[in-house]
């Protein structure tokens, strides 16, 4: 009986809560990319208008809800005095910790006539796919200005996360 009632409660009032780092060059759209997504998928937010975004200092936070999951998102600054972090990262990407963990490369900036097409990122990319073992990954063209690629990346995210929830179980979060 205590394992229905529990069920019901987690099914009525929690939610699996994921995390998603965004990890990019200086000015490459992340902080765009986040404030899309938390305008898109959360309906009482209203986004910052795309030209008073600066340059993040640190991080930036994030969260929206997608039915049954929650995603938290840590978007981390890319200016060069940063990217010291992002060694680090670069080293875990092959770590056999990270089996499970999606790995979603967004090509931004679509909507620019000079923008490396997707086709020109995957061909750069091809000769570091090893690194990333047998996990999802994934590589789409996205405008984060235009919100095109956004529904997308996110649904494919979620999607990634559910599947893998028995490698790497979810935190789950009361939404009362």
């Not at 780092?21 to 902080?31: C, P, R, S, V």
């Not at 570091?128 to 994934?138: E, L, S, T």
Request: glycine share 8%; hydrophobic share 40%; with cysteine.
């Amino acid at each position: 009986m205590f394992t229905l009632l529990a069920g019901l409660w987690k099914y009525l009032f929690q939610k699996d809560e994921y995390f998603i780092l965004i990890l990019g060059l200086d000015n490459a759209g992340k902080t765009t990319y986040l404030e899309q997504t938390k305008t898109k998928f959360n309906k009482t937010y209203k986004g910052m208008n795309p030209n008073k975004i600066t340059a993040t200092v640190g991080l930036n936070l994030g969260k929206i809800d997608f039915g049954s999951v929650r995603l938290n998102f840590w978007d981390l600054g890319g200016q060069e005095e940063l990217q010291s972090l992002w060694d680090k990262v670069k080293k875990m990407i092959s770590s056999e910790a990270l089996n499970g963990v999606p790995l979603l490369l967004l090509a931004n900036k679509q909507d620019l006539q000079d923008c490396m097409p997707v086709s020109k990122v995957k061909e750069e990319f091809k000769d570091h796919a090893h690194k990333i073992g047998h996990r999802d990954c994934h590589i789409m063209g996205v405008s984060a200005l235009q919100g095109d690629g956004v529904d997308e990346g996110i649904q494919w995210m979620v999607q990634c996360v559910k599947r893998n929830a028995f490698l790497r179980p979810p935190t789950q979060k009361d939404i009362t």
